[in-house]
T-cell receptor
Framework: GENVEQHPSTLSVQEGDSAVIKCTYS??????FPWYKQELGKGPQLIID?????GEKKDQRIAVTLNKTAKHFSLHITETQPEDSAVYFC????????????FGTGTKLQVIP | GAGVSQSPSNKVTEKGKDVELRCDPI?????LYWYRQSLGQGLEFLIY????????KSGLPSDRFSAERTGGSVSTLTIQRTQQEDSAVYLC??????????????FGPGTRLTVL
C-alpha cells in the first residue's frame, strides 16, 4: 500500500518568512495530492491540492509543487501570518478506485509574531 | 449548509466499557470515512462506506471495532471492551461520491475518546 512520509514534524518561522513542508510517497499510481490544515480542536480542512498532470499550483500565499519522478511534493507558504499556525497534513491517493487517502504524520507550524 | 457533525465531542470511559461515536455527514454525500488520530500521529484510515455498505473495512484494528451506516446518512462507530490504547481522536469525513474522480473529503471536528 501507499506510504507517505512528511518532514519536518515541527516548524517555527518568524511572521513574514516562508515555510516549506515536504512529503514523499511510495506508490507511483498515486495521482492526487491534497494538503489539509488542522487547527486546534477542529477537523482537517482542505487548503490546496495538486494532480499528477500538474507540476505546480498556486493559491495566493500557498503553493504546491510535485515531482512525480522523485515521488515528492511540497507545500510552500509565503509571507506567513500568525493565523497560519496549525498542523498541516499532506496526503496521497489514487483516483482509480474509491478515494482511500493516505496521510502524512503532520507538521506543526508555529508562526512567531 | 451544515458541515459534518460528530457527537459527542469528548468521551471519557472506563476500560472495558463499550462506546458509540456518531457521525452526521453532509446531506447528499454518499461516501463516508472514519479515521483515528493518535497524539502526534497522522490520520489512520479505519473504514469507508459507500451508501450503507462498507466496501473497505481493512483499517479496523480489531474485532472490537465495528461501524454501521443507516439510510445512507448517519454512521455509528462502536468500540467494544475499550482499551487504553483506543484513546485517540476519531474523525469522520464525507465526500460527494467517493468513486471515480477526486471528491474533496470534508471532515467533522472529531470525537476525543479517553479510556481510563
Amino acid at each position: 500500500g501507499e506510504n507517505v512520509e512528511q518532514h519536518p514534524s515541527t516548524l517555527s518561522v518568524q511572521e513574514g518568512d516562508s515555510a516549506v513542508i515536504k512529503c514523499t510517497y511510495s506508490d507511483s499510481a498515486s495521482n492526487y495530492f491534497p494538503w489539509y490544515k488542522q487547527e486546534l480542536g477542529k477537523g482537517p480542512q482542505l487548503i490546496i491540492d495538486i494532480r499528477s498532470n500538474v507540476g505546480e499550483k498556486k493559491d495566493q500565499r500557498i503553493a504546491v509543487t510535485l515531482n512525480k519522478t522523485a515521488k515528492h511534493f511540497s507545500l510552500h507558504i509565503t509571507e506567513t501570518q500568525p493565523e497560519d499556525s496549525a498542523v498541516y497534513f499532506c496526503a496521497a491517493t489514487y483516483s482509480g478506485g474509491y478515494q482511500k487517502v493516505t496521510f502524512g504524520t503532520g507538521t506543526k507550524l508555529q508562526v512567531i509574531p | 449548509g451544515a458541515g459534518v457533525s460528530q457527537s459527542p465531542s469528548n468521551k471519557v470511559t472506563e476500560k472495558g466499557k463499550d462506546v458509540e461515536l456518531r457521525c452526521d455527514p453532509i446531506s447528499g454525500h454518499t461516501a463516508l470515512y472514519w479515521y483515528r488520530q493518535s497524539l502526534g500521529q497522522g490520520l489512520e484510515f479505519l473504514i469507508y462506506f459507500q451508501g450503507n455498505s462498507a466496501p473497505d473495512k481493512s483499517g479496523l484494528p480489531s474485532d472490537r471495532f465495528s461501524a454501521e451506516r443507516t439510510g445512507g446518512s448517519v454512521s455509528t462507530l462502536t468500540i467494544q471492551r475499550t482499551q487504553q490504547e483506543d484513546s485517540a481522536v476519531y474523525l469522520c469525513a464525507s465526500s460527494r461520491s467517493g468513486g471515480q474522480g477526486l471528491d474533496t473529503q470534508y471532515f467533522g471536528p472529531g470525537t476525543r475518546l479517553t479510556v481510563l
